[in-house]
């Protein structure tokens, strides 16, 4: 399977900034999109933010302006650049990878997520 490694999350006041980063590693696969998901306690999963490999980006409305998410496709890894966070922001940060297993012949779709980290912001 595609293994997700993320880093990068912790605790933060109000205001700060915390950079994301998520690297995909494995072989046999091509990654069509990344992104970043977050869920606090109670909440459903909420998509934040979605790049393709060829350069779209989507953003949840609640984040547009204050995060930004890029890529670096031959290392396969995905940043998430959050400025300006509140608390409200305080969640369980999930990474994800769509794409296809690719054997030659046989392409099988997949979705992988990482296992997540932590972002904190108080007030």
């Known amino acids: 399977q595609v293994h997700l490694v993320e880093s990068g999350g912790g605790l933060v006041q109000a205001g700060g900034s915390l950079r994301l980063s998520c690297e995909a590693s494995g072989t046999g696969f091509n990654i069509n999109a990344m992104g970043w998901y977050r869920q606090a306690p109670g909440n459903e999963r909420e998509m934040i933010a979605e790049?393709?490999?060829?350069?779209?980006?989507n953003y949840a409305d609640s984040v547009k302006g204050r995060f930004t998410i890029s890529r670096d496709n031959a290392k396969n890894t995905v940043y998430l650049q959050m400025n300006s966070l509140k608390p409200e922001d305080t969640a369980l940060y999930h990474c994800s990878a769509d794409g296809v297993w690719d054997s030659g012949l046989i392409r099988t779709p997949f979705r992988s997520w990482g296992q997540g980290t932590q972002v904190f912001v108080s007030s």
């Open positions: 790049m393709t490999n060829g350069g779209t980006k």
